[in-house]
């Protein structure tokens, strides 16, 4: 079942109804939008994101809210039926990812919808069939039924063709064998005599003049039947060179033509919204051999009624670099696009933006519409996501779960079996009736990262740039490509666009923050102490992994050794740095300490200030608890945290201003769910 839309309201109820001619829901079509006063002149639209971002969600939502109103169909073009046949397979010889697609977009768009009757598809029908005659086998009697059954269907749907074919059929076969009386026939005869019974004993006469199309083929002198013998000919002998990118750009616009055809004149398809092609992952190679054909020829003034979008992971791609761009919430009103004569620049790339809180919210709302969550338990989720969808969706569904599984009084936050975002990923999410729920961690890093990579990037998180991440694979990843292996995980990363960071491996805090909760569950103490041990005492990295051991005296001694002499804002920098060290500790014991509850039970450091020293560990323990994503926020705490840097403003020889600066912006960043402001050498100067 599709997942609900949330935050895309831009899209569905904006610039989908401009573009189709009908709202998300009815029948009362609305003003058709036109650019530069052309009514068939559309954007090729490209939804652009990272993984999880709901891309994927936003098509299906296309399709199902305009299935059975107007001509509608999606592909996956990573799908695994278009990624490539056995050489042993019959259909090899006339098989390639973008038939096999064209096939199935024509096979969606052909059903009758409501108002309207079904779409017939002559030229695609004629372009597929001539190249599948390139391997048929004469005595196949039954491999020739089946596929020209299968293509005549996007020319005639229902019981007429299958009478009709079975006459062709007996027609066609007798010429094949007359041929092969007089030896083997060459590939052009069999091509040849399919084509010619395909135009005067199958096509009826409408369907033969819309074959006449295929005159315009290069070099076929405005006869048809000279254009669908080459059209297949160059498919067959030229695989993989640019004849056959020319021919599958041809039977691309042969798709398109018989929707324009379709919608010209005053047929009951001008009764409905345009038709809507939805390409998924248009990132992978079919996506491109898909699309460019289409602004080749709207560039060139080919134009047709069908209105395409499609999806990209990622923000760029080679062919969409001069592509007009804009973010979602400005297609909401109207569409920034206009034509001009760069191909590309006939693609509209809309970059969809991650969720508010508000949006996480109302997702929680729907999955526990009881309220039963604790109060903040959106916002903690919006914060750990980043805002991204597929994370706020999984998560919050696995809180409604919860609250239902715990009957009248469902665990709140805090607390052991408390309703925090560390809990929740922790728990089953039943995503399928049928099926068992598995932790919603290992859920969203199927849908994030290749499974086969899991482990690698696991460790790899705990790294923070490449070399220490070589560091850390020579020595706990020597069974998994060791030191060799890292390059190309940071490429895959790159690849799959995942952002970079300057003190981390895996840029992205959600991502870091699965990644390194599943490496909880394995060699967590062995990594993290390879990646203590790979640094000098009193290195902020070291003191980092561990505080991520438990082990946190050091890190006091070390800033409050370093306080007096050091850059304020260069100190705070590194404070920050240190606590950012994951927690999976249960129970949480950060708070009491970051409130002064254990002073009394700490004993005093040798020869130094005793105040000094717990004020230090106490703001230590309020930015490592304020600043975790697993966490819920606590105004205490950073009330707390405030605090203390105020009165370390005051002990500071040169840093008076940067502190009392901290001392106001970080506990406004912790009450309003962001991390704390970086603070420059000039901060205070500045400070309102």
Known sequence: MDRELFGRDALLDGLAPRLIGLPPSGFQQ????????????????????????GKTVALKQLRTHYRGRTPVALIDCEHAGFAGIPSTDP??????????????????????????????????AAGLMAIAS?????????QVHDEALRLGLLVESGSRLRSLSRGWLVKITAKFASLWAAGAPGLDVVVETTVESLL??????????AANWYGDYPGAGGQAKRGLNLLALQFHRERDTDARTLAERHLVGALRADLRAAYQGMGRLRRVGRPLVLLDNVQAPLGRRLIEPVLRDRAAGRLDPVVIVGALRGHD?????????????????TTPWTRSTDIAAGALAVQLTTLTPEHVRQMLDREDPQMRT????????????????????????????????????????????????????????????????????????????????????AVLAAAHGTEDAEALAAARLDHDGGRAGVLPMRDLLADEHWPAAPDHFIGDPFLRTLLLHRLRQGDWRDVQETMRDHY?????????????????????????????????????????????????????????????????????????????????????????????????????????????????????????????????????????????????????????
């Open 374 to 457: 604790p109060p903040l338990l959106a916002r903690s989720i919006h914060r750990l996501t980043g805002g991204r969808p597929l994370g706020a969706a999984l998560l919050t569904k696995t809180a409604g779960q919860a609250v239902r599984a715990a009957g009248p009084t469902p665990p709140v936050s805090g607390g052991p079996g408390g309703l925090t975002p560390g809990a929740l990923l922790s728990m089953p999410v039943v995503l399928r009736e049928d099926e068992p729920g598995r932790p919603v961690a290992t859920e969203l890093l199927n849908s994030l990262v290749h499974a086969a990579r899991f482990d690698r990037l």
């Open 536 to 688: 000098p005492a009193g290195d902020r990295r070291r003191l980092h992994h561990e505080l991520a051991l438990g082990t946190t005296e050091n890190a006091v001694t070390h800033l409050r050794d370093t306080f007096p002499a050091a850059d304020a804002a260069a100190w705070l920098e590194e404070l920050r740095f240190i606590a950012s060290a994951p927690l999976f500790d249960t129970p949480d014991e950060r708070r009491a300490v970051a409130l002064g509850r254990t002073d009394a039970v700490q004993p005093a450091p040798d020869g130094a200030d005793r105040i000094v020293h717990l004020r230090i560990r106490r703001l230590l323990y309020c930015v490592w608890q304020l600043t975790d994503l697993l966490a819920q926020p606590d105004l205490d705490v950073a009330e707390k945290m405030g605090d203390e840097l105020g009165q370390l403003s005051a002990l500071h020889p040169t840093g008076n201003e940067v502190f009392w600066h901290a001392s106001r912006t970080w506990p406004l960043a912790a009450r309003e769910w962001r991390s704390p402001d970086r603070i420059t050498s000039n901060s205070g100067s500045n400070a309102p």
């Open 134 to 142: 390139t391997g048929w086998d004469p005595n196949n009697r039954q």
């Open 91 to 124: 259909r090899a010889p006339f098989w390639s990812p973008v038939t096999e697609a064209l096939s199935t977009l024509g096979e969606q768009l052909g059903p009758a919808v409501r108002g309207a009757g079904a779409i017939e598809f002559p030229r695609l």
């Open 317 to 333: 791609h080679p062919a969409l670099r001069t592509a007009h761009r804009c973010a979602l919430p400005e297609v909401t009103h």
């Open 200 to 209: 005067e004993d199958l096509f009826n006469r409408g369907q033969r003049t």
């Open 30 to 53: 609305t003003t058709l939008e036109e650019f530069g006063g052309r009514r068939d002149d559309l954007p090729v639209v490209v939804l652009t994101g990272g993984r999880g971002m």
